[in-house]
Protein backbone atom coordinates (compact mmCIF):
# COMPACT_ATOMS: atom_id res chain seq x y z
CA UNK A 1 0.00 0.00 0.00
CA UNK A 2 0.81 3.49 -0.62
CA UNK A 3 0.33 4.71 2.85
CA UNK A 4 3.31 2.15 4.23
CA UNK A 5 6.14 3.53 1.54
CA UNK A 6 5.26 6.99 2.76
CA UNK A 7 8.20 8.32 4.33
CA UNK A 8 7.54 10.48 7.01
CA UNK A 9 10.70 12.57 6.94
CA UNK A 10 9.61 14.77 10.30
CA UNK A 11 12.18 15.96 13.16
CA UNK A 12 11.39 14.88 16.58
CA UNK A 13 8.78 17.15 17.41
CA UNK A 14 6.01 14.40 18.00
CA UNK A 15 8.08 12.45 20.43
CA UNK A 16 8.90 16.06 21.65
CA UNK A 17 5.37 16.48 23.50
CA UNK A 18 6.53 14.10 26.30
CA UNK A 19 9.23 15.85 27.26
CA UNK A 20 6.97 18.62 27.99
CA UNK A 21 5.62 16.94 30.92
CA UNK A 22 8.85 17.97 32.17
CA UNK A 23 9.69 21.24 30.45
CA UNK A 24 8.33 23.55 27.93
CA UNK A 25 9.76 23.67 23.97
CA UNK A 26 10.29 26.80 22.40
CA UNK A 27 7.53 26.63 19.61
CA UNK A 28 7.85 28.02 15.69
CA UNK A 29 7.12 31.31 15.54
CA UNK A 30 4.61 32.11 13.18
CA UNK A 31 3.84 35.58 12.07
CA UNK A 32 -0.25 34.53 11.42
CA UNK A 33 -2.18 35.16 8.50
CA UNK A 34 -3.02 39.04 9.80
CA UNK A 35 -6.78 37.80 10.92
CA UNK A 36 -5.52 37.35 14.51
CA UNK A 37 -3.91 39.94 15.45
CA UNK A 38 -0.86 41.60 16.24
CA UNK A 39 1.74 40.90 18.61
CA UNK A 40 2.99 43.30 21.85
CA UNK A 41 4.74 43.52 24.94
CA UNK A 42 7.81 42.79 26.00
CA UNK A 43 10.11 39.17 24.07
CA UNK A 44 9.75 37.62 27.47
CA UNK A 45 5.75 37.97 27.60
CA UNK A 46 4.81 39.02 24.28
CA UNK A 47 0.69 38.88 23.75
CA UNK A 48 -1.42 39.27 21.01
CA UNK A 49 -5.21 39.25 19.88
CA UNK A 50 -6.68 36.12 18.43
CA UNK A 51 -10.25 36.02 16.62
CA UNK A 52 -11.70 33.35 18.49
CA UNK A 53 -15.33 31.83 18.22
CA UNK A 54 -15.68 33.51 21.95
CA UNK A 55 -14.40 36.54 20.95
CA UNK A 56 -10.93 38.47 20.89
CA UNK A 57 -9.10 36.79 22.93
CA UNK A 58 -5.42 38.01 24.42
CA UNK A 59 -3.16 34.71 24.09
CA UNK A 60 0.91 34.66 24.77
CA UNK A 61 2.28 35.06 20.94
CA UNK A 62 4.37 32.00 21.77
CA UNK A 63 2.64 29.73 24.21
CA UNK A 64 4.94 27.25 26.35
CA UNK A 65 2.38 25.19 28.48
CA UNK A 66 -0.75 24.71 26.08
CA UNK A 67 -3.61 22.55 27.05
CA UNK A 68 -5.69 21.18 24.33
CA UNK A 69 -9.09 19.15 23.68
CA UNK A 70 -11.36 17.75 20.75
CA UNK A 71 -10.16 18.31 17.17
CA UNK A 72 -7.66 20.44 18.62
CA UNK A 73 -5.54 17.85 19.73
CA UNK A 74 -4.27 15.46 17.61
CA UNK A 75 -3.08 18.42 14.71
CA UNK A 76 -1.36 19.93 17.85
CA UNK A 77 0.80 16.80 18.94
CA UNK A 78 1.30 16.36 14.97
CA UNK A 79 2.68 20.05 14.26
CA UNK A 80 4.96 19.91 17.98
CA UNK A 81 3.30 22.29 19.75
CA UNK A 82 4.15 22.80 23.48
CA UNK A 83 1.62 20.82 25.47
CA UNK A 84 1.20 19.72 29.17
CA UNK A 85 -1.80 18.11 28.63
CA UNK A 86 -4.77 17.13 26.43
CA UNK A 87 -8.64 15.68 26.27
CA UNK A 88 -8.54 11.50 25.24
CA UNK A 89 -8.32 11.67 21.53
CA UNK A 90 -8.81 7.14 21.32
CA UNK A 91 -11.19 7.31 18.08
CA UNK A 92 -7.41 8.13 16.13
CA UNK A 93 -5.61 5.74 17.97
CA UNK A 94 -5.17 3.66 14.94
CA UNK A 95 -4.49 6.62 12.68
CA UNK A 96 -1.64 7.41 14.71
CA UNK A 97 2.32 6.70 13.91
CA UNK A 98 4.14 5.63 16.78
CA UNK A 99 5.78 8.95 17.21
CA UNK A 100 2.62 10.44 17.32
CA UNK A 101 0.91 8.13 19.26
CA UNK A 102 3.95 8.00 22.16
CA UNK A 103 3.44 11.50 22.17
CA UNK A 104 -0.17 11.21 22.62
CA UNK A 105 0.35 8.78 25.52
CA UNK A 106 2.64 10.42 27.36
CA UNK A 107 0.35 13.66 27.90
CA UNK A 108 -2.21 13.97 31.28
CA UNK A 109 -5.36 13.54 29.71
CA UNK A 110 -7.56 16.27 31.44
CA UNK A 111 -11.51 14.44 29.74
CA UNK A 112 -12.67 11.57 28.10
CA UNK A 113 -13.15 11.53 24.72
CA UNK A 114 -16.01 12.95 23.32
CA UNK A 115 -17.41 13.65 26.97
CA UNK A 116 -16.06 17.13 27.40
CA UNK A 117 -18.70 17.61 30.16
CA UNK A 118 -16.56 15.11 32.24
CA UNK A 119 -13.63 18.16 32.29
CA UNK A 120 -11.55 17.44 35.09
CA UNK A 121 -10.61 20.98 35.59
CA UNK A 122 -8.39 20.44 39.05
CA UNK A 123 -5.93 18.42 36.61
CA UNK A 124 -6.59 21.03 34.10
CA UNK A 125 -5.10 23.29 36.39
CA UNK A 126 -2.45 21.15 37.41
CA UNK A 127 -1.13 21.43 34.21
CA UNK A 128 -0.21 25.12 34.88
CA UNK A 129 -1.69 26.32 31.31
CA UNK A 130 -0.79 29.27 29.45
CA UNK A 131 -2.88 28.90 26.80
CA UNK A 132 -6.17 26.41 25.94
CA UNK A 133 -7.37 25.64 23.00
CA UNK A 134 -10.55 23.89 23.18
CA UNK A 135 -11.66 22.44 19.60
CA UNK A 136 -14.96 20.35 20.68
CA UNK A 137 -18.07 20.99 18.17
CA UNK A 138 -19.73 24.16 18.73
CA UNK A 139 -22.90 22.47 19.70
CA UNK A 140 -21.17 20.95 23.25
CA UNK A 141 -19.50 24.47 23.87
CA UNK A 142 -22.09 25.29 26.60
CA UNK A 143 -21.13 22.14 28.31
CA UNK A 144 -17.90 24.01 29.60
CA UNK A 145 -17.64 25.83 32.49
CA UNK A 146 -15.65 28.78 30.67
CA UNK A 147 -15.42 30.80 33.63
CA UNK A 148 -12.95 28.10 35.85
CA UNK A 149 -11.20 27.73 32.41
CA UNK A 150 -10.22 31.27 32.12
CA UNK A 151 -9.44 32.12 35.55
CA UNK A 152 -6.13 29.54 34.80
CA UNK A 153 -5.42 30.62 31.26
CA UNK A 154 -6.77 33.07 28.26
CA UNK A 155 -9.41 30.07 26.51
CA UNK A 156 -9.31 30.04 23.08
CA UNK A 157 -13.06 28.04 21.67
CA UNK A 158 -12.92 27.16 17.86
CA UNK A 159 -15.39 24.40 17.15
CA UNK A 160 -16.72 22.45 14.26
CA UNK A 161 -20.64 22.60 13.28
CA UNK A 162 -19.76 20.14 10.84
CA UNK A 163 -16.85 17.21 10.53
CA UNK A 164 -15.56 18.76 7.28
CA UNK A 165 -14.59 21.73 8.56
CA UNK A 166 -11.13 20.24 10.46
CA UNK A 167 -9.32 21.54 7.81
CA UNK A 168 -9.99 25.02 8.22
CA UNK A 169 -9.93 25.05 12.35
CA UNK A 170 -6.75 22.39 12.33
CA UNK A 171 -5.11 25.71 10.79
CA UNK A 172 -7.04 27.82 13.55
CA UNK A 173 -5.32 25.66 15.87
CA UNK A 174 -1.73 25.75 14.81
CA UNK A 175 -1.88 29.22 14.66
CA UNK A 176 -2.94 29.88 17.87
CA UNK A 177 -0.41 27.38 19.20
CA UNK A 178 2.25 29.47 17.10
CA UNK A 179 3.46 26.04 14.90
CA UNK A 180 1.99 26.97 11.77
CA UNK A 181 5.20 26.61 10.10
CA UNK A 182 5.34 22.70 11.11
CA UNK A 183 1.28 22.12 10.66
CA UNK A 184 1.05 22.14 6.91
CA UNK A 185 3.55 19.83 6.23
CA UNK A 186 1.28 16.84 5.42
CA UNK A 187 -1.45 19.59 3.35
CA UNK A 188 0.44 19.48 -0.22
CA UNK A 189 0.37 16.17 -0.11
CA UNK A 190 -3.02 15.56 0.59
CA UNK A 191 -3.94 17.97 -1.62
CA UNK A 192 -2.07 16.33 -4.45
CA UNK A 193 -3.53 12.82 -3.24
CA UNK A 194 -7.27 14.39 -3.82
CA UNK A 195 -6.54 16.12 -7.27
CA UNK A 196 -5.37 12.84 -8.51
CA UNK A 197 -7.94 10.52 -7.10
CA UNK A 198 -10.72 13.59 -8.45
CA UNK A 199 -9.47 13.00 -11.79
CA UNK A 200 -8.95 9.20 -12.05
CA UNK A 201 -12.28 8.67 -11.36
CA UNK A 202 -14.07 11.98 -12.52
CA UNK A 203 -15.70 10.11 -15.50
CA UNK A 204 -16.48 6.58 -14.14
CA UNK A 205 -18.37 8.05 -10.92
CA UNK A 206 -18.30 11.38 -11.03
CA UNK A 207 -21.83 11.51 -12.39
CA UNK A 208 -23.42 8.91 -9.65
CA UNK A 209 -24.90 9.54 -6.26
CA UNK A 210 -23.14 8.99 -2.82
CA UNK A 211 -24.54 8.67 0.64
CA UNK A 212 -22.94 7.65 3.76
CA UNK A 213 -24.18 5.38 6.22
CA UNK A 214 -22.05 5.91 9.63
CA UNK A 215 -20.68 3.37 11.63
CA UNK A 216 -19.84 4.90 14.96
CA UNK A 217 -22.91 7.05 15.73
CA UNK A 218 -24.41 5.15 18.22
CA UNK A 219 -27.74 4.18 17.18
CA UNK A 220 -29.82 2.42 18.97
CA UNK A 221 -31.59 -1.23 17.75
CA UNK A 222 -33.67 -0.83 14.71
CA UNK A 223 -32.27 2.45 13.57
CA UNK A 224 -29.05 3.88 11.47
CA UNK A 225 -27.84 7.06 10.98
CA UNK A 226 -27.44 8.48 7.60
CA UNK A 227 -24.25 10.90 6.52
CA UNK A 228 -24.98 14.00 4.44
CA UNK A 229 -22.18 15.67 2.68
CA UNK A 230 -19.47 17.25 5.27
CA UNK A 231 -19.96 14.54 7.97
CA UNK A 232 -17.92 11.94 9.63
CA UNK A 233 -16.94 9.66 6.94
CA UNK A 234 -18.29 11.59 4.20
CA UNK A 235 -16.22 14.54 4.46
CA UNK A 236 -13.43 12.57 3.58
CA UNK A 237 -14.76 12.66 0.08
CA UNK A 238 -15.12 16.73 0.27
CA UNK A 239 -12.44 17.35 -1.75
CA UNK A 240 -12.76 14.32 -4.25
CA UNK A 241 -15.99 15.90 -6.43
CA UNK A 242 -18.28 12.79 -5.86
CA UNK A 243 -21.96 13.91 -4.86
CA UNK A 244 -23.68 13.48 -1.77
CA UNK A 245 -27.13 15.22 -1.99
CA UNK A 246 -29.93 15.73 0.20
CA UNK A 247 -30.11 17.09 3.82
CA UNK A 248 -31.52 16.18 7.19
CA UNK A 249 -35.32 17.03 7.30
CA UNK A 250 -34.36 18.91 10.56
CA UNK A 251 -32.02 21.33 9.24
CA UNK A 252 -30.14 21.73 13.05
CA UNK A 253 -29.14 17.95 12.42
CA UNK A 254 -26.71 19.72 9.47
CA UNK A 255 -24.86 16.73 8.38
CA UNK A 256 -26.49 13.61 9.60
CA UNK A 257 -29.64 12.17 11.21
CA UNK A 258 -30.88 9.19 12.73
CA UNK A 259 -33.49 6.76 10.84
CA UNK A 260 -35.49 3.66 11.65
CA UNK A 261 -34.03 0.62 9.79
CA UNK A 262 -37.99 0.87 7.95
CA UNK A 263 -36.64 4.20 6.46
CA UNK A 264 -34.19 2.70 3.90
CA UNK A 265 -35.78 1.90 1.05
CA UNK A 266 -36.98 5.41 0.92
CA UNK A 267 -33.60 7.26 2.17
CA UNK A 268 -31.25 5.19 0.85
CA UNK A 269 -32.72 3.63 -2.83
CA UNK A 270 -31.75 6.22 -4.98
CA UNK A 271 -28.02 5.73 -3.91
CA UNK A 272 -25.39 4.76 -6.89
CA UNK A 273 -22.88 4.01 -4.15
CA UNK A 274 -22.91 3.78 -0.58
CA UNK A 275 -19.78 4.71 2.16
CA UNK A 276 -19.18 3.71 5.55
CA UNK A 277 -16.56 3.41 7.92
CA UNK A 278 -14.64 0.03 9.28
CA UNK A 279 -12.37 -0.43 11.93
CA UNK A 280 -8.00 -0.52 10.55
CA UNK A 281 -8.16 -4.43 10.48
CA UNK A 282 -11.47 -4.34 7.90
CA UNK A 283 -14.15 -5.72 10.26
CA UNK A 284 -17.55 -4.06 10.89
CA UNK A 285 -18.49 -2.03 13.89
CA UNK A 286 -21.51 -4.05 16.12
CA UNK A 287 -24.23 -1.04 15.06
CA UNK A 288 -23.37 -1.52 10.89
CA UNK A 289 -22.81 -5.96 11.60
CA UNK A 290 -26.82 -5.46 12.65
CA UNK A 291 -27.92 -2.86 10.08
CA UNK A 292 -26.19 -5.23 7.45
CA UNK A 293 -28.23 -8.07 8.76
CA UNK A 294 -31.40 -6.61 8.03
CA UNK A 295 -33.66 -7.43 4.54
CA UNK A 296 -34.13 -4.17 3.69
CA UNK A 297 -30.34 -3.08 3.45
CA UNK A 298 -29.44 -6.12 1.67
CA UNK A 299 -32.62 -5.11 -0.91
CA UNK A 300 -30.97 -1.90 -1.50
CA UNK A 301 -29.89 -1.42 -5.25
CA UNK A 302 -26.37 -0.51 -4.68
CA UNK A 303 -26.13 -3.00 -2.13
CA UNK A 304 -26.74 -5.82 -4.85
CA UNK A 305 -24.94 -4.09 -6.67
CA UNK A 306 -21.94 -4.29 -4.63
CA UNK A 307 -21.37 -0.57 -5.27
CA UNK A 308 -20.21 -0.03 -1.65
CA UNK A 309 -17.36 1.78 -0.22
CA UNK A 310 -15.17 0.89 3.05
CA UNK A 311 -13.00 3.62 4.42
CA UNK A 312 -11.06 2.57 6.88
CA UNK A 313 -9.05 5.41 9.05
CA UNK A 314 -12.88 7.38 8.47
CA UNK A 315 -12.17 8.82 12.11
CA UNK A 316 -9.31 11.08 10.47
CA UNK A 317 -9.64 14.74 11.27
CA UNK A 318 -5.86 16.41 9.84
CA UNK A 319 -4.07 16.15 6.76
CA UNK A 320 -1.82 13.46 7.94
CA UNK A 321 -4.07 10.85 9.06
CA UNK A 322 -6.62 11.67 6.03
CA UNK A 323 -4.12 10.60 3.82
CA UNK A 324 -4.15 6.87 5.08
CA UNK A 325 -8.42 7.60 4.82
CA UNK A 326 -7.39 8.20 1.06
CA UNK A 327 -5.62 5.13 0.31
CA UNK A 328 -8.31 3.39 1.56
CA UNK A 329 -10.94 4.98 0.01
CA UNK A 330 -8.69 4.41 -3.42
CA UNK A 331 -8.45 0.91 -3.12
CA UNK A 332 -12.37 0.98 -3.00
CA UNK A 333 -13.22 2.73 -5.88
CA UNK A 334 -10.83 1.01 -8.02
CA UNK A 335 -12.87 -2.14 -7.50
CA UNK A 336 -16.25 -0.84 -7.68
CA UNK A 337 -18.77 -2.64 -10.31
CA UNK A 338 -19.74 0.96 -11.37
CA UNK A 339 -16.55 2.12 -12.04
CA UNK A 340 -15.60 -1.26 -14.04
CA UNK A 341 -19.34 -0.77 -16.37
CA UNK A 342 -18.65 2.57 -17.82
Given at each position: ??V?E???????L?????A?L?????G???D??????????????????FE?????IE???????????????L?????????VA??E???E??NMD????????????????GS????????????D????????P?????????A??E?????????LT??G?W?E?G?Q?????NV????G??????????A?????Y??T????????V??V?????G??S????????T?????????F?G?P???A?V????????????N?????VI??????????TP???E??A?P??????????G?????K????A?????????D????E??K???????
Amino acid sequence: MRVLERKRARSALALGAAALLAVGLVGCSSDGDGDSGTESGTESAATRTFEAQNGSIEIPADPQRIVACGYATLPLIQAGADLVAVCEWSRELDNMDEETLAAYEALPKVAPDGSVSEINYEAVAAADPDLIIMGVPARVQEQVDTAKLEALAPVVFLGLTVPGEWRELGEQYADAANVSDSYGEFKKEYEARTAEISEKYADTLGGLKFAGVCSVCGTEPGEFSREYASSYTTNLFDDLGFDFPGEPADPADVHAEYLSVEQLPENLSDADVIVYGVEADGSLTPELEELFASPLWQELPAVKAGNLVAVKHSSAATYETALLALDSIEAELEKLPANQQQ
